[in-house]
């Protein structure tokens, strides 16, 4: 089993988006096991984002996450880090597959609207950043069998 964080970045909490991104992960049957909305301070943006340190476009990106209110979530289940990867579409709108959140509501690589964890290992990293342990539901398994087995 694996876990994914998702954050709707501020670009998708200004254009109303919140709804119809989050519709589209839950509609291909994706299970949230967390979800809220924050802000992120520039510290945590840091800590998120700490591999792209040095990179030209890191104090734009930190500046970007931190502009106003995003919507964290996470999501849980078998193979989610390349589901959701995949129904995200790729980190450069403009190549995004028409179909993927990014390719069907975004045109900017600055302003892709969302973030999904690109491996297990980041997932519970950025997990453990975002959320308190009591923050995460267990998810009932008796009516998610489909997904757990
Ligand atoms: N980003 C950017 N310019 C770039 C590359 C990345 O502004 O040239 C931003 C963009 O918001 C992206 C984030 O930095 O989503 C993290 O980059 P990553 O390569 O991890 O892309 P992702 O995993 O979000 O697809
Ligand atoms: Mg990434």
Redesign the pocket.
């Given at each position: 089993m694996e876990r994914s964080l998702i954050i709707l970045?501020p670009d998708a909490v200004q254009r109303g988006l919140m709804g119809p991104i989050i519709s589209r992960l839950e509609q291909r049957g994706l299970r949230f096991a967390g979800l809220k909305l924050m802000r992120v301070d520039e510290a945590l943006a840091r800590r998120h984002?700490a591999?792209?340190e040095g990179?030209p476009?890191f104090a734009?990106?930190v500046e970007?996450i931190t502009s106003g209110p995003v919507v964290v979530a996470a999501i849980t289940g078998n193979n989610v880090i390349a589901t959701i990867r995949n129904t995200?579409g790729?980190?450069n709108p403009s190549q995004a597959a028409p179909g993927t959140i990014r390719g069907d509501y975004a045109v900017e690589?600055?302003r892709?609207l969302i973030?999904?964890s690109?491996s297990p290992e980041n997932g519970e990293k950025e997990l453990a950043l975002f959320f308190a342990p009591n923050e995460l539901v267990e998810l009932e398994r008796s009516t998610d069998r489909w997904i757990y087995e």
């Open positions: 970045k984002y591999v792209h990179k476009f734009s990106l970007y995200v790729a980190t690589i600055g892709n973030h999904a690109d």
